[in-house]
């Protein structure tokens, strides 16, 4: 019986040597085709293809030189140096290209940018930075037509400081970098496309300066009317439509301020910061002040020539606003003023047809 045993074991040996030899060719089978899969996905790198590579540099300027160079007069006693006032860098780009064969293509690259959605010809190509909450975008089935504005946003107590104007709120940092022209053609090797992404919104920096009743201020927020209410993406210039843009401030030793985006003046041209049109324009900044008793005053300022002389950002300064003892010290002294009470913004989504 032992004898009979040896060699259904000797079998047995050969069986599990045969198994383990058919594993053995299926597992270098498998990671042959995934060599083979991974060639395959890389090799475009290396055909004869359309390969354009964005390269990204970043312009980070809060507002353009005009009739002030604030670079080199910026005082002391504001509450911020010039370059903290610059915008970050954004953290993802949108490519879109547009062919003249009516082709369009379109990627989302990282900051430091990417291959473009290029084929073979000419397309004129938009970027511009994807990481933005409010800004909405419009017009983008062609380049010369796209825009960005931002969302409606509402305040009840504020009135109407121009007739006509949507109130909305402070735009995102946005840049963007246009090419009327740009050629796809096949090539062994990446070709590097130089890319600088341009600021198209600006920041203000308003400052109200109280000379009477400083005691009595809790809470401060404003607007300024007037200001562009879009910006066209392939050479920056704003459209003729007119806005007012809401804000809250932050309370100083010398009254309130705020650090305020926005697209600039309207009407205004992507080069050469000149005036487009002698059309008359005019500015309104308003304070809205909520005092330790819970009484709301409403203050109004002409910044027109301010305004006309930085028309893409800059400083705002008003003084001598006063708060009356009579106002100060009118009813309880208990009162609690909070952020809470003292009426909401509303958000509002800017439907687009």
Not at 13 to 22: E, G, Q, S
Not at 123 to 139: C, K, M, Q, R
Not at 289 to 296: F, P
Request: overall charge negative; proline content about 4%.
């Amino acid at each position: 019986m032992a004898h009979r045993a040896m060699p259904r074991k000797e079998g047995r040996k050969r069986v599990r040597i045969t198994t383990m030899i058919r594993c053995a060719a299926i597992l270098l089978l498998v990671a042959c085709t995934a060599c083979r899969k991974e060639l395959y996905y890389h090799d475009d790198d290396h055909a004869l293809t359309v390969k354009v590579y964005a390269v990204t540099s970043w312009k980070q300027e809060w507002e353009r030189t005009h009739s002030y160079n604030w670079k080199e007069s910026w005082l002391d006693e504001f509450r911020y140096t010039y370059d903290a006032l610059r915008p970050d860098k954004a953290t993802g780009i949108k490519a879109t290209v547009y062919g003249d064969d009516g082709y369009s293509g379109e990627l989302h690259l990282p900051a430091e940018g990417g291959k473009l959605p290029l084929r073979e010809g000419k397309h004129a190509v938009l970027l511009y930075n994807n990481d933005t909450e409010y800004i909405v975008f419009d017009g983008l089935s062609a380049s010369t037509s796209a825009t960005a504005t931002t969302r409606t946003l509402t305040r009840a107590s504020l009135g109407t400081l121009h007739k006509g104007e949507r109130t909305i709120n402070q735009p995102d940092q946005l840049y963007a970098h246009y090419l009327e022209e740009c050629t796809g053609e096949k090539t062994l090797e990446k070709v590097e496309l130089p890319v600088t992404m341009h600021p198209l919104t600006y920041t203000y920096l308003i400052r109200y300066k109280f000379s009477k009743g400083l005691k009595y201020v809790a809470l401060t927020r404003g607007a300024l009317a007037g200001m562009a209410e879009k910006v066209y993406l392939n050479d920056g210039r704003t459209g003729s439509e007119t806005a007012t843009i809401l804000f809250d401030c932050s309370q100083t030793d010398f009254g309130a301020d705020v650090c305020m985006k926005c697209f600039g003046v309207p009407n205004y041209p992507g080069d050469h910061y000149t005036r487009a049109d002698g059309t008359p324009v005019y500015y309104t900044l308003n304070l809205e002040v909520r005092l330790n008793n819970g009484k709301v005053l409403n203050y109004e300022f002409d910044v027109t020539d301010q305004v006309n002389a930085q028309p893409r950002g800059g400083v705002i300064t008003v003084d001598g606003i006063e708060v009356d003892d009579e106002d100060g010290m009118a009813g309880s002294g208990g009162f609690d003023v909070t952020v809470d009470g003292w009426g909401d913004y509303m958000d509002i989504p800017l439907p687009l047809g």
